[in-house]
């Protein structure tokens, strides 16, 4: 009897608070700059929560189509060769990208002193040599400085 009396009273509870005024879903103005934004990948990760303002944060929003930063840009037309190097290490890079490139620094893998740097803006023709003989086996670092501000580094081993 207990139960039926608990089982009456849970259904006269719940279609009680059904029927009392909740939230109720009102059409979303997609252009709303106020309205806040939630979006997600196919992880269920959330990868971007803010304003739906397309004109305040150009950039802000994932999906647009934004150019990739300097340093991506410029890997493909690099060159360093031979790798593994044993005495000379030769850099090429393409004409297109020389005015990106400032400065080329050859630098130890366990050291911050620099141990050869290169102004690229000096050079005539799109290629460098680094005279490696000299130095110590082991990884060493090219770390190019970018127009931008940005650094692209590659690593090269020496045997």
């Given at each position: ?37 939630f979006q997600y ?13 397309l004109t305040c ?103």
């Amino acid at each position: 009897m207990k139960k039926i009396l608990l089982y009456f009273c849970c259904i006269a509870f719940s279609s009680f608070y059904s029927q009392q005024a909740g939230v109720t879903a009102v059409p979303v103005d997609p252009i709303d700059p106020t309205l806040v934004i939630f979006q997600y990948d196919d992880a269920g990760n959330q990868i971007y929560r803010g304003l739906n303002c397309l004109t305040c944060c150009v950039g802000c929003r994932p999906g647009q189509d934004l150019a990739p930063p300097l340093a991506e840009q410029i890997a493909n037309y690099i060159q360093t060769v031979p790798v593994p190097v044993k005495t000379d290490l030769t850099v090429i890079w393409d004409l297109s990208i020389r005015d990106y490139i400032v400065t080329i620094d050859l630098l130890p893998y366990n050291a911050f002193k620099i141990t050869e740097s290169v102004n690229v803006k000096a050079l005539s023709n799109n290629s460098y040599v680094f005279r490696m003989n000299h130095l110590p086996y082991g990884v060493y670092f090219l770390k190019f400085n970018l127009s931008d501000g940005s650094v692209y580094t590659r690593s090269v081993t020496k045997n």
